[in-house]
């Protein structure tokens, strides 16, 4: 395989030590960090609070930015989506036309020391998206702690004494108050999400409040990554265990691979990426947010995907097709009419594309393994389409119904179509499962993220299939 290792800086110095402090923070020790830490300049509005003792907090709130929408792409989505999306198309619209509404998600780095971030994102609201258990505490305590928790066993490599910060115990931390968006806390009401990613955190906020992005400061591990939580699904979907094998085949600029090293300790883990800008960029996440010491089982390679099908059959236990695609929400604001017709003509050519990069995964997959085929664009030639596509030439690939496992119990922040396949009727009834209903079959073509207003996140579209053993 044609990879190169990317290298990070050895050392380590924390970037806020607030978490070393004895005292309690106060609040506006709070929002002292939370503006010092704002490189962007944005403006302080106030806000009510829900938060006890805060309630004269401050909150920023992105400068408005006027952007405008390029109409050849509006008047394409238009005519395609009100037919593939029917009602949720009108609202879908209406989000996507207003970057004010969309909310922003903060996935924290479990490699860099998180507790102050984490208070910071409490007062202001934000609350964790998925079961959490807190890491602070293993970062804090230092390397016999790790080494003995059941979370993190085997991975006392990960978390040398050179990047942890020695903390006291903090029983100072503001609790997630009661009204807290986790899921899982009331099974009688909610189906759990029930995924082994336990040390993956990532916390969102019902407003769409930006958080400001970290700056690149050499020797030091970034805190936070900012997504859009959507992102976060294809992921969850992808199960990643200690000690797999793993292939991200299109991976600039890296934050599935992050959420992917958040959510587990991959023996290996190979991000692919053929363009050469986006490839520096990506380097450049993984050094901003890994420690030098997973430089082994964390490298770049720069293939088309395509190839990967032949040079690599069979050798990995997950395979990540984040497909390159549509991209709707960048696509609506192409900066001229011109480039947005541009970017119409080539639409056409993606799902061949996209199906070659999906076989290519099927087949770098091992007999039992699993891949998952992600999009941010809410296109059905793009999505269900290419599914349909990959399974008919791959007979021992089993799409897998996603519905139960991700779709409800995150209903209460994602708005999904409940038909991905988008009302079309699949073009190869073949394909159709002897026993079950159309909407199981649609379901296992995999789910779809649609923004509404207050769910802002999407468009993903997301399907897991599993080769056959
Ligand atoms: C949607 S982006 C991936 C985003 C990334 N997974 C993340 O979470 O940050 C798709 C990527 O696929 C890359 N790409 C395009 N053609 C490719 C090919 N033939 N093989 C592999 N990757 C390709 C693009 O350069 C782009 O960086």
């Known amino acids: 395989m044609s990879s190169h290792m990317f290298s990070v800086q050895q050392f380590y110095v924390p970037w806020r030590r607030i978490c070393c402090k004895s005292e309690k923070l106060t609040p506006v020790a709070l929002n002292w960090l939370w503006s010092s830490n704002c490189h962007t300049g944005p403006h302080v509005v106030s806000q009510q609070s829900n938060q006890k003792g805060a309630s004269n907090k401050q909150v920023t709130k992105r400068p408005k930015k006027e952007r405008s929408s390029c109409q050849a792409v509006l008047n394409l989505f238009d005519q395609q989506y009100s037919e593939e999306l029917g009602d949720l198309w009108p609202s879908a619209r209406r989000v996507l036309l ?4 969309w909310q922003y998600g903060v996935m924290l780095n479990r490699f860099s020391a998180v507790t102050d971030i984490t208070q910071i994102l409490q007062f202001q609201g934000f609350s964790t998206l998925l079961p959490q258990m807190d890491i602070s505490p293993l970062l ?12 993190h066993k085997g991975k006392d490599t990960l978390l040398s004494s050179d990047y942890i910060s020695k903390c006291p115990p903090d029983d100072s931390l503001p609790q997630p108050d009661s009204t807290s968006h986790m899921l899982g806390q009331d099974p009688q009401s909610e189906p759990s999400l029930s995924l082994p990613c336990p040390s993956l955190q990532c916390y969102i906020h019902p407003s769409p409040l930006r958080f400001p992005s970290q700056a690149h400061r050499p020797g030091q591990l970034k805190q936070y990554y900012l997504l859009n939580a959507a992102s976060l699904l294809p992921v969850l979907a992808l199960q990643v265990r200690d000690g797999e094998k793993v292939l991200d085949l299109c991976s600039a600029p890296g934050g599935k691979a992050l959420a992917m090293m958040q959510s587990a300790t991959p023996a290996l883990l190979c991000c692919n990426e053929p363009d050469p800008h986006r490839r520096d960029w990506l380097a450049k996440t993984l050094e901003s947010f890994l420690p030098h010491s997973l430089n082994s089982r964390v490298i770049v390679s720069a293939q088309d995907g395509r190839s990967f099908g032949q040079s690599e059959a069979g050798v990995y236990d997950k395979v990540l097709v984040d497909a390159p695609c549509s991209n709707d929400r960048s696509w609506l604001y192409s900066c001229s009419n011109q480039q947005g017709e541009q970017r119409l003509k080539e639409r056409t050519s993606l799902p061949v594309l996209q199906a070659q990069l999906l076989r290519s995964a099927l087949s770098a997959v091992r007999p039992g393994g699993i891949v998952v085929y992600s999009t941010c ?6 999505n269900s389409a290419v599914i349909e596509t990959a399974l008919s030439d791959f007979p021992e690939a089993e799409p897998e119904d996603l519905w139960e496992e991700i779709a409800a119990p995150l209903s209460k922040y994602f708005a999904f179509s409940s038909h991905p396949g988008h009302g079309r009727t699949p073009r190869k009834p073949s394909l159709q499962p002897q026993n079950g209903t159309m909407s199981s079959y649609q379901h296992r073509l995999g789910i779809l993220v649609v923004p509404q207003p207050g769910k802002t996140w999407g468009p993903m579209f997301l399907s897991r299939i599993r080769r056959r053993k």
Do not use: A
Not at 98 to 101: A, E, G, I, V
Not at 377 to 382: A, I, P, Y
């Open 98 to 101: 207003d970057p004010q509404s």
């Open 140 to 151: 804090c305590n230092g390397p016999s702690t790790v080494s003995s928790s059941k979370y």
């Open 377 to 382: 664009t809410l296109s059905s030639f793009e």
